[in-house]
């Protein structure tokens, strides 16, 4: 076990419990406490302190707490490989009950993990160069990126080297183990913004500078976003960063957020909770104190937002060669749907695979003569479509309460079938984003969906009814959270809701106008009329 640090608010008496716990041992000390003890020991062992801790490590008791664990794996940036799949799978296979769910943040999800199991999981990933480590817990989790750094035809840089340099620097660093809160960046050169900066505690985007007369591309810096029950929109710091600079950028906001940072109530200890108090002029400030001297904001690069999406076979920034964007049903497949995967990227790719913020994944890489066979194959012709119905292609959804123990409600298989009941009902020919989750923590992504649902509880003669509340209009191409309407819907009633609802759009709105445009056009006022109406015909 490492020797134990002395941090400054060690002796604070307003601490809450979990900076108790961080303080009496740090999280990542946990690690080697799994392998030589608990996975020896099993699910009995451990010790209640420690369960808290097991976060560090990637891993969280799964709902019941009778004994079986989630784990996330981190694939910095969206990008690994076809190896690195194969693990996965066999992982998923030998321990997880074949389920492999991908992520928001492009991670990797497993299910049904015994302690046991722990120590075997850690080794075969570390084999081929992944980590669950820090994947949970108070400290730098996964590194969103660019699903397709390298080959983009719209980036402006390849940000590869640098999502390996910020892991190499974050990954099992004990000045930054112990932050306030959960801690979430990205970092892509994708002039649609496609690793969604504007909701991350650090985020770099794409800029262009000229210093000394010279043209530099390089990064602005955004802090301070984030969703759960109170969501903030990231502000962009008058800074401009070289990309040698990043690395340095990254760990001065991290150490203004280990040190600044709240730590009485877990409610409010996330960055963006410093951001507001202190205004983005007093953060870039003491942020100087610590990076020194950094130039100040250059020309965004930015043209909009792709969504996370890349359906399709397109061409890439490399003359002669394509990628595929494929549609994996709200994230979800089973190993042997991985190992398929890990098959295309080697049999047509470069044996790469993207994974996507819209839980979705890449094949990269094809050769142009490669490209019509790879169209033909089983796995994207019945499973993973290039280009998938509306409502399917676009639907979002947490881990609900099938495994998660904060959710509410069931998520992930309802999201599924009301995507396939919508795409049964309404035939619409413009993508429209539904995010569904089971809690105000957001996993899910809700806030920023054209369409948010957020699992409730109803009560009715007949008992408490699972129920969703009804947002709309979010987007961060304009950025803007959606707004809830006065509309908690359901289960049995969401579907004939949300078809009547789009009906409405789809009567009303003006030629290629995305949804969130719609509401903003119209006004809230006029979807809760909808709503209304809607709900008094039910």
């Known amino acids: 076990m490492a020797e134990k640090k002395q941090w400054k608010w060690a002796n604070d008496p307003s601490l809450n419990k979990m900076e108790l716990t961080k303080l009496e041992k740090d999280g990542l000390d946990v690690i080697e406490t799994i392998i030589n003890t608990y996975s020896k020991q099993g699910y009995a062992s451990i010790e209640p302190s420690d369960m808290d801790r097991f976060k560090w490590a990637g891993v969280y008791q799964q709902r019941p707490k009778d004994g079986h664990f989630m784990m996330r794996v981190r694939i910095p940036g969206g990008i690994l490989s ?17 389920l492999v769910d991908v992520t928001t943040r492009q991670a990797v999800q497993f299910h049904w993990l015994t302690v046991e199991s722990l120590a075997d999981i850690f080794d075969r990933l570390s084999a081929v160069g992944l980590s669950s480590f820090e994947a949970c817990g108070d400290c730098p989790r996964t590194i969103m990126g660019n699903p397709l750094a390298g080959i983009d035809p719209h980036e402006v840089l390849d940000t590869r080297p640098i999502v390996a340099e910020l892991e190499r620097f974050f990954l099992l660093n004990r000045d930054f183990s112990n932050l306030p809160r ?16 504007q909701i991350n505690d650090l985020a770099f985007t794409p800029a262009m500078k000229t210093i000394n007369g010279e043209e530099v591309i390089g990064f602005h810096v955004w802090v301070g976003g984030g969703l759960s029950a109170k969501p903030y929109l990231a502000h962009q710091l008058d800074v401009f960063a070289r990309p040698e600079e990043v690395v340095k950028v990254a760990a001065g906001v991290t150490t203004l957020f ?8 877990r409610t409010h200890a996330r960055l963006k909770f410093l951001v507001a108090d202190w205004g983005v002029e007093k953060f870039k400030e003491e942020l100087l104190k610590v990076t020194g001297e950094l130039e100040t904001r250059g020309r965004d690069l930015l043209r909009g937002w792709n969504s996370g999406y ?40 470069d044996g790469t695979i ?19 066979a790879f169209r033909a194959e089983p796995l994207v012709v019945n499973r993973f479509p290039l280009k998938p119905k509306t409502f399917v292609g676009y639907a979002v959804s947490c881990t609900g309460t099938e495994y998660c123990n904060l959710a509410i409600v069931e998520t992930k298989e309802r999201m599924r079938a009301l995507a396939e009941y919508l795409d049964a009902t309404v035939d ?34 007949a008992g408490m009814v699972e129920a969703f509340d009804i947002h709309v209009g979010g987007t961060l191409e304009d950025p803007r959270f959606n707004q809830k309407l006065k509309a908690r819907v359901t289960v049995d009633k969401l579907g004939p809701f949300l078809a009547q609802l789009i009906t409405f759009y789809k009567r009303d709105r003006l030629e290629g106008e995305a949804y969130w445009r719609y509401v903003e056009r119209v006004g809230l006022e006029r979807i809760q009329e909808q709503a209304n109406s809607i709900l008094q015909t039910a």
């Open 258 to 265: 280990r040190d600044f940072g709240y730590r009485e109530k």
């Open 354 to 372: 993207g994974t996507c913020n819209t839980q979705n994944v890449l094949i990269r890489n094809i050769p142009a003569e490669k490209v019509e």
């Open 428 to 461: 619409l020919d413009t993508p429209l984003r539904i995010h569904m989750v089971g809690c105000p923590n957001s996993c899910g992504q809700r806030q920023i969906a054209d369409i948010g649902l957020q699992g409730a509880l109803v009560k009715t003669p």
């Open 182 to 197: 959960k801690y979430k960046m990205s970092i892509s050169a994708n002039v649609y913004n496609a690793a969604h900066a």
């Open 82 to 98: 076809s190896d690195q799949a194969r693990t996965l799978a066999k992982i998923a296979e030998d321990y997880g009950r074949d």
């Open 310 to 349: 890349f359906y399709g076979i397109h061409e890439q920034r490399q003359k002669g060669y394509y990628y595929a964007g494929l549609s994996v049903p709200v994230g979800r497949m089973n190993a042997g749907e991985l190992n398929e995967l890990a098959r295309l990227a080697d049999e047509y790719g």
